[in-house]
């Protein structure tokens, strides 16, 4: 899932691109290297579901990014597909940087 994103004027949340479980558990890593806009704040949520699933359901939300920095999240009970999800007001701009996940049986 290493990837890196650049949200722009997202008033809907952006999904990366769903991943195969590697765990029931799992550490997520995200840095973000700039945030701007007036008042920013970047909200990013772990989210999974099963196959037979039809919508996914938040696993797990890193605190709310106002300023860059990198932070750390530890989920569990992951259902079989894991994603994240970014969302942030009109306007406010970030670029953000996810690492591989490290995964635990």
């Not at 840095?31 to 099963?50: M, Q, Y």
């Amino acid at each position: 899932m290493l990837t890196t994103e650049v949200l722009w004027k997202s008033d809907v949340a952006v999904p990366t691109h769903t991943e195969p479980r590697g765990g029931s558990k799992a550490f997520f890593t995200v840095d973000v290297v700039t945030l701007t806009g007036s008042f920013p704040a970047l909200s990013i949520k772990v989210e999974h579901k099963n196959r037979a699933d039809t919508a996914f359901t938040t696993a797990g939300t890193f605190e709310a990014f106002t300023v860059p920095g990198m932070q750390k999240l530890e989920v569990s009970d992951l259902k079989e597909e894991v994603r994240l999800s970014f969302a942030m007001a009109a306007g406010d701009m970030a670029l953000v940087t996810v690492l591989e996940p490290m995964w635990v049986e």
